[in-house]
Nanobody, 122 residues
C-alpha cells in the first residue's frame, strides 16, 4: 500500500515562508521515477509545482522558479517543498504525488496524498 501524507501547510502573509513535507510509505515491490508537488486552487485546474526524478533532477513551474525548492530525504522517504517569498496567488491545496512534472494534470495516474492547505494573505 502506497501512502503519502502531507504536512506543513498553514496561513502566512505575503513574503513569508513555509516548508511542506510529504512522508511516503512504499511497499517493497513499488518504485517510482519521480515525486512531485502539485496544487489546486478553487475553480482552477490542478497544476504542477515542482518535481524531482530518481537522479535528483528537478523541474519547476515558471511561476515558482527562484522561490520554491523541492528536495527529498531518501533514507526517511520524505519529500519537501521549501516555499519562500509566498504570494497570494500561491494559495491552494498542495498535494504530493508519485508523478513526474506536468504543467497541468490532465490524466489520472500515480498515487496522491490528501493535500495540505496553503493560504497566503496580502
Amino acid at each position: 500500500q502506497v501512502q503519502l501524507v502531507e504536512s506543513g501547510g498553514g496561513s502566512v502573509q505575503a513574503g513569508g515562508s513555509l516548508r511542506l513535507s510529504c512522508a511516503a510509505s512504499f511497499p517493497r515491490w513499488y518504485s517510482t521515477n519521480c515525486m512531485g508537488w502539485f496544487r489546486q486552487a478553487p475553480g482552477k485546474e490542478r497544476e504542477g509545482v515542482a518535481a524531482i526524478d530518481r537522479r535528483g533532477v528537478t523541474t519547476y513551474a515558471d511561476s515558482v522558479k527562484g522561490r520554491f525548492t523541492i528536495s527529498q530525504d531518501n533514507p526517511k522517504n520524505t519529500l519537501y517543498l521549501q516555499m519562500n517569498s509566498l504570494k497570494p496567488e500561491d494559495t491552494a491545496m498542495y498535494y504530493c504525488a508519485t508523478r513526474c512534472f506536468s504543467t497541468v494534470v490532465t490524466s489520472p495516474g500515480g498515487f496522491w496524498g490528501q493535500g495540505t492547505q496553503v493560504t497566503v494573505s496580502s
